[in-house]
């Protein structure tokens, strides 16, 4: 027995060295001195839209929206004390804060329970739903109705895993961050909601749709002003290109009507304050009386994916996303260079990425949000990058924040949901309140000013934001 256990010991002992010579081996070969092979080679896969969803002032709902819009509704109203979500502050406070705000008027998302109105008991004032803000609210209902529409919900765990969302906004949930601030100043901490931060994170809108859903691919969040929302849909569209997922529910959102925001915005003297009296005639983009943009809400989400994908199953195709450019400015923190080279370089960088011509684009969804400088500068942008395409009046040009004003991080997800719903249905949406067109108009250039029923194969949508970030989107008709 003892000798049996000798030996085996010297079996074991003769196969410990035999191992470790074996991985020193294998160590050598696969040292970080020997060059490592190319990373796996993959073809560029095309990506389609197969689902839309809005929240916006206009309306709940694509059909409601998109009615409104091109019927030339607006959906900005004058502000009142409660708009400012201020009910845990004194009555005189309030007052005294409404009074001191040079801009009052603001495009609100409308809720109740009709048909095309936000349901607050639905979306927010449930007990499970203490940890959703309004801008995670606004984008769950959004995204409810792009899947539904795409016919999206998948349950098997291998289209869960390759399902991802990228949804952004611009500033998350200020007015909780003023709520807390009473708190503090009151000196009664204890008071804090434990479900603060979860409802101030601008990347719990994407958290919650991915919950929700079970969808277990990308969980990504762009913040980048009010280019959040075009660059949350371009960064979604290359997660899909490069095999990350194979659908993507993409977008942006926003709730920032409230006190602490539209200050802010008052103080930066970005806010319109002529047209306190007409508030329906305040957002006027392009228009020589415009003075500043009015404040919005809502959320823009929609369903994006691989194209052999959504053929298989014999989805809906809206459109295809064909380019996604980016630039910086590199200039200022809020005004853009003079000579429009950051929104020429995205757009330059679109049309190459999707090997278009730039005559073969038929319509522009401009940035122009209703401010004196950023109008111009994107109009004489789109004309160096567009050329006598632009100066011949082939190319539809409009802003749709005259209809409900500027949605910050929501603004580019919604705008370029019209942009596909232009390709779509085949009509070119109006610039509300441009009655005096800027001088850099002439001729043939010039934003329409109704509705414009037209074939539309591929369509931009603009989108610049604070920090001199900027994104441009190029959709076409799937060929």
């Known amino acids: 027995m003892k000798m049996w256990g000798f030996g085996n010991g010297i079996h074991h002992y003769f196969s410990k060295i035999r191992r470790q010579h074996h991985n020193q081996l294998l160590g050598r070969l696969f040292s970080s001195s020997a060059a490592f092979g190319p990373p796996p080679s993959r073809p560029l896969r095309r990506v389609v839209v197969t689902g839309l969803g809005l929240v916006t002032p206009l309306g709940c709902g694509v059909e409601t929206t998109w009615k409104c819009l091109t019927a030339g509704q607006c959906g900005v109203r004058a502000i009142t004390p409660e708009d400012l979500k201020m009910d845990g502050f004194d009555k005189d406070i309030q007052l005294l804060t409404f009074d001191q705000l040079a801009s009052k008027v603001a495009a609100i998302v409308p809720c109740g329970s009709n048909a095309g109105e936000f349901n607050e008991a639905l979306w927010l004032n449930s007990k499970d739903h203490r940890s959703i803000a309004r801008f995670i609210g606004y984008a769950l209902c959004a995204a409810d109705e792009a899947l539904k529409a795409a016919n999206w919900l998948p349950s098997e765990q291998n289209e869960k895993e390759k399902t991802g969302v990228s949804i952004g906004a611009g500033t998350g949930s200020i007015c909780d961050i003023l709520d807390a601030s009473r708190i503090i100043c009151e000196k009664r901490l204890r008071r804090l909601s434990p479900f603060f931060i979860p409802r101030i994170l601008i990347n719990m809108a994407s958290g919650h749709v991915s919950m929700t859903y079970g969808f277990q691919g990308p969980n990504h969040a762009a913040v980048t002003a009010c280019a959040t929302g075009a660059h949350s849909i371009g ?37 319109t304050t002529k047209y306190n009296s007409v508030p329906e005639e305040a957002s006027r983009p392009f228009d020589c009386g415009r003075d500043g943009f009015v404040i919005a809400e809502g959320s823009g989400i929609m369903v994006l994916e691989e194209l052999e994908h959504a053929q298989r199953r014999g989805a809906k195709i809206y459109a295809e996303l064909r380019g996604y450019g980016m630039s910086g400015d590199a200039y200022h923190i809020t005004q853009p260079h003079a000579d429009g080279r950051g929104a020429i370089l995205a757009m330059t960088r679109a049309l190459e990425q999707s090997g278009l011509h730039p005559n073969q684009v038929d319509y522009i969804n401009a940035h122009a949000t209703s401010t004196p400088l950023g109008d111009a500068v994107e109009a004489n942008a789109i004309k160096s990058v567009f050329s006598t395409h632009a100066t011949s009046g082939s190319l539809a040009l409009s802003s749709t924040k005259g209809a409900m004003g500027h949605l910050l991080g929501a603004a580019g997800a919604v705008e370029a949901i019209f942009t596909v719903l232009a390709i779509h249905h085949g009509i070119a949406p109006l610039t509300l309140n441009l009655t005096e067109p800027d001088p850099v108009f002439s001729n043939d250039f010039m934003p329409l000013t109704a509705s414009k029923e037209m074939i539309i194969k591929a369509a931009m949508s603009n989108s610049f934001g604070f920090g001199g970030t900027n994104s441009s989107l190029l959709f076409s008709s799937i060929s």
């Open 235 to 271: 960064d979604a569209a290359r997660m899909i290109q490069f095999g990350d997922a194979d659908v993507m529910v993409a977008g942006g959102t926003e709730a920032s009507i409230d006190a602490l925001s539209i200050a802010g915005f008052c103080r930066s003297r970005a806010l």
